[in-house]
C-alpha cells in the first residue's frame, strides 16, 4: 500500500482523476480517500496547511496502518530563480528512498534533487525568499514536509518528498499571502479576494496567470506521480 499526501485538493485534484476504483473512506475519524494507480493500491490524505492541522491528520491517518511508502506531494515556492515554475524538486533532506533511482523514474521532466525548508506561514516577499536561500541552503519552501518526515520516522514507513514550484521570487502570489488563504478555515476566502482584486484591478492579469500555473503545475506533478508509483 502507498500512502500520498497533498494539503490540499487544489493540489490533488489532476492524480485523483487518475485513481481507479476511487472510495472515500473513514479511519479513526480522518478523511481518506482510497483507489488504486496501475493495480497498485494507494490511500491518500489532505493535510491541511501548516503544522498544527498537519501532525493531527497524519497521526489519525497513520495510526493502525501499514504503509510501504509515503509520497510527500504538493506545490512548493522557489526561494531564488531556480527553479523555475513548473520544475520538480525532489527533497534530498526529507526524502529516505533512493532519488537517483526516482529521477530516473522521470526522464523529460524538469527534475531538481535539492533541500526543501518547512516554513510556518507563506511567503510574499522575493526579499525574504532570497534571503532565506542564503541562510537555509534550500531551494523551495513548503509548510507541511518537516512534520510530514518526523511522522514517517516515528513510524518507520520510507518517504519520498515530491514538490512541484507553483511560485518563484519572479513570479509571487497575485495577492498578500492573508487574503490568498486564511489558514485558521483552511481555505481561500473567496470574498476577500475578490474584493481585494476589485480594489486592485491592475493585479487581475496577474492573478489569471497564477491560476493557468498552477494548473499547469497540477498536471506536471499528477504526471510524476503516476510515474513514480507505476515504477515502485
Excluded: W
Excluded at 24 to 42: C, V
Amino acid at each position: 500500500m502507498i500512502a500520498v499526501t497533498f494539503a490540499l485538493i487544489a493540489e490533488s485534484a489532476e492524480f485523483l482523476r487518475h485513481l481507479t476504483d476511487k472510495t472515500r473512506i473513514k479511519r479513526n475519524a480522518a478523511g481518506i480517500i482510497r483507489g488504486e494507480i496501475g493495480h497498485r493500491p494507494i490511500e491518500i490524505l489532505h493535510t491541511g496547511v501548516g503544522e498544527k492541522v498537519c501532525r493531527q491528520r497524519l497521526r489519525k491517518f497513520l495510526q493502525d496502518q501499514h504503509f510501504d511508502y509515503l509520497i510527500s506531494a504538493g506545490f512548493a515556492g522557489a526561494l531564488s530563480y531556480d527553479p523555475q515554475i513548473g520544475d520538480l524538486l525532489l527533497a534530498k533532506n526529507f526524502s529516505t528512498v533512493d532519488l537517483s533511482e526516482t529521477r530516473a523514474s522521470l526522464p523529460g521532466l524538469p527534475v531538481h534533487i535539492a533541500n526543501l525548508l518547512t516554513v510556518p506561514a507563506l511567503i510574499h516577499s522575493a526579499e525574504e525568499r532570497n534571503k532565506l536561500a542564503l541562510t537555509s541552503g534550500a531551494a523551495a519552501v513548503d509548510m507541511e514536509t518537516e512534520f510530514i518526515a518526523r511522522a514517517c520516522a516515528t513510524y518507520g514507513i520510507p518517504l519520498l518528498s515530491l514538490r512541484v514550484i507553483s511560485d518563484t521570487p519572479r513570479h509571487l502570489f497575485p495577492a498578500p499571502a492573508n487574503v490568498l488563504f486564511d489558514i485558521e478555515r483552511q481555505q481561500t476566502r473567496m470574498l476577500k479576494l475578490a474584493m481585494h482584486l476589485l480594489a486592485h484591478p491592475s493585479r487581475v492579469p496577474r492573478a489569471v496567470q497564477f491560476a493557468r500555473r498552477i494548473a499547469q503545475a497540477r498536471k506536471t506533478l499528477a504526471t510524476a506521480l503516476i510515474k513514480i508509483v507505476r515504477d515502485l
